[in-house]
């Protein structure tokens, strides 16, 4: 048996539950790591096979601070903090980077990273859109609960397709979806049905996208000109969403009363004079009953294990966030012209993230695990210049977010109380310095293409937040490193090193920045010398990337 699957077949003995007899009760299913251990070497047995057959070298694996570093940025959305990093470097722990693993998937800045991250990919929308702001607020708490709470990923897609709404359609310019139930839960997730204007066909086209990994939109007016999707496809999938946008008078072909939900699962192609009944885009249709709407037939098909569609994406969403690329790349445009590129990985890791009960936490732990994610970004072999080889890390710009909570983490900033209490609840705060910050650098760019452009580098090198923590008289922690007692110039600089890049310097880098900050730099003053150092250092290469 190939080795791949014989670690498939491991995978599934973790995952799955097994059947027991009347006299034998089922063993207790095991632990949650031992399946994340099963999905690493999942992934490690797929990828050797890959590199093997292709004569291509793997990059070295990636020492501790280039690992800390990475592991901060990728699960709690920041470097870490001197402290942190100093603390982790020094451990003598043979396992100590699945126990920091552990460690971050439980503090509050994992929920509130991942809820950020998938915020913007669900409900991209309020982040361009004013009167959408407070409605992305508010759905960001929802998934920062779902995450802190480690909700499985088919119930919070679930709870997001079925949640009770209803649609005012008063005003002809603009049409507001509404909490039907006055649950706390349903005026959270209503900004995602806002968003999309209560439009089956915006709904549809966002749902196939988000959770199929389908860009079914392309073929709204025609059949798509690439894909194998019909235009029929994507009207039936938007009638699931039909009751938001009901049909007026007799429905075409319909004699005597209509049949069960005949009234909520129908919609009218655009541009035509035809009507179509929701049906699943691989061509089949629930058996419709008074008991579930439409909706709720859509959930139960598609958040399920029973469906490849979701399981491959949300896994191939996820190693998209870890790695830069997905296996599937663009993650929502998958066909023939689009191949993945590791099929049978991405089959057999949606496979074990569904045996799994989809906790997102056991995927995460697998693929930080893996020896993939785990090598160093520092080519040095030929074969590892192809990005979707994963034969070294792909190096991925910081997002606006991560980049400023970074920038926080290296400098000791401290926003006022009353600005970080507004935030974590959600209201819109638009002139405080991370909201000044996430403007100035917002950006649509994959992660492994990020570029700066002249004004984003002009703030970083001359804007007031980094001018103030790089002041002695206006920044704590450079003051603190400056005046500490008994510090030697040498300390003073691989301590800032530390703060900045999480790493001690390398004798060489020491040995140039120690020499400049005792000649005085520019001005002849060692303590100035040391501040133009760190202004340097929060502006080099190494702390803009992750790598």
Known sequence: MPAPLRVAVFVAALCLPRAGSAAEPAPPPRPARDAAGAIAALIDAHLAKDWEARGIVPADRADD????????????????????????????????RARLVDHLLTVPGHANHFAAVARAQWLPQAATNFQLAQFGNQFEVWLRDRYRENTPADETVRRLLTVGIAVNNQNPRFRFVQPASGSAEAAMIVGFYSANEGKPEALGAA???????????????????????????????????????PLGGPRPGFVGPLPPQGDRNTIGVMGTERTVSAAFVDGSAPEWSADKTPRQELADWLATAKNPYFAKNMANRMWAHFFG???????????????????ELLKE?????????????????????????????RMSHPGQADPRRFARMNMKGLSP??????????????????????????????????????????????????????????????GKFIGDQTDLAKSELLAAIADRPGWSTEQRVSNLFLTAFSRPPTPAELEKFASYVERGGAKNDKQQALADVFWVLLNSPEFLFNH
């Open 349 to 377: 890791l949606g496979r074990a993230f569904a045996g799994c009960g989809f906790d997102t936490r056991v995927l995460i732990r697998g693929i930080v695990r893996s020896k993939a994610y785990q090598l160093t970004s």
């Open 401 to 462: 977010a991560q980049l400023f909570d970074t920038l926080v983490a290296a400098t000791g900033f401290r926003e006022p109380a009353f600005l970080r209490a507004q935030q974590n609840n959600g209201f819109v705060q638009p002139n405080n310095p991370r909201s000044e910050f996430l403007a100035q650098f917002a950006s649509s760019e994959r992660a492994t293409e990020t570029n700066t452009t002249i004004l984003q580098s002009l703030m970083l090198m001359n």
């Open 207 to 245: 749902v196939s996208r988000l959770f199929l990994g389908m860009k079914l939109e392309c073929a709204q007016c025609h059949d798509h000109p690439f894909a194998p999707y019909t235009r029929d496809q994507f009207w039936q999938f938007a009638a699931f969403f039909g009751e938001l946008n």
């Open 65 to 96: 601070g280039e690992f800390v570093r990475r592991v901060y940025l990728d699960l709690v959305g920041r470097a870490p903090k001197a402290a942190e990093a100093r603390e982790f470097l020094d451990s003598p722990a043979p396992d100590k």
């Open 325 to 343: 690329i997905g296996l599937t790349d663009p993650v929502d445009e998958p066909g023939e012209n689009n191949p993945p590129s590791h099929p």
